[in-house]
């Protein structure tokens, strides 16, 4: 007879009986067998044809109270699968928090090395390969058992199946950690991601190697985000890689400032102050110095833009269209972006 079913047989006998119902200390003997067979690994479908096998064979003859046997039997079938439940519900959590906690120490540089390693494997990530992880900010914050989340996780299941992909939220973003040389992953993940999160940005970190790796291209991915929003790129997408002059240009503080406000501060005289004409030098370069491609994305005629390109030119002196100015005025434009001019103070 299977360990799971001492006492069952007795019970029957004695309800057979009595007409009694099972105690409570019966109860809790049967919830404590179905945790038991849970924590073992058997399925609770077997389990319960076990049960109804045991009923049929262990039936008492000519019983007094065949209907309180048949309440026993449900009593007793009930009371074992709620342990059986609550041992699994505890085992998905117990599962969650070791997950959330690896999650914690990898993107946060976090635990001993060779012991992160091992927990990696648990979670199918091999940490000796080089790693890319993309970061997905949308305009709500997301947690594991958001829709969004199992969404985008069941597209990726779909569409590579085990990959050593890790999906994971943290602090409401999705983060997406797949292996450096597996570029498809991430692409696939932003397109899911921005699809499904009603227009997110979602920003690639570069391939790193080791969990060290890891830490670097999140950080990398995370500085990404915040460089979009304050360049106001419109691109879903975008790659550190792409970004790296930015951290260089604001890495003398000091410098750009001096530069912002030298090249650019004249413009605070112009009607409207300075931000009109900052944003049509912006998108004036962003159009490849094309006058009618610029026009057309800010709804103004080529007349209109030419003349607050002239007006540029008057106020700082610096001719848009010159080449020997270009350089200087497009640095400084970039600069104003990184440091929040003209709308805080530098």
Known sequence: MSPYLTGYAEILADVSGTG????RDEIEARRALGEQAADHGHTLRTLVRAHLRATQEDWPASPRHPDSVLAAVEQAVDAFAE?????????VRQEEAARREFIDDLLYGRSDLGRLAERAERFGLVLSRAHAVAVAEGPEAYDDTDPVTRHVESALIARFGDRHILLATKNGQLVCIAPGDDRDVLLHFAKQAHAATDGSRVAIGRPRS???????SYEEALNSLQLAARLGLDDPVVHAADLLVYPVLARDRQAMADLVLGALGPLRDARGGAEPLLRTLQVYFDSGCTAAEAARRLSLSVRALTYRLERIHQLTGANPADPLHRYTLQTAVIGARLLGWPEQEI
Request: proline share 0%.
């Open 210 to 216: 080791g969990a060290g790796g890891v830490v670097h």
């Open 20 to 23: 009694r119902r099972l105690t």
């Open 83 to 91: 342990g059986y439940e609550r041992a699994q519900r505890l085992a």
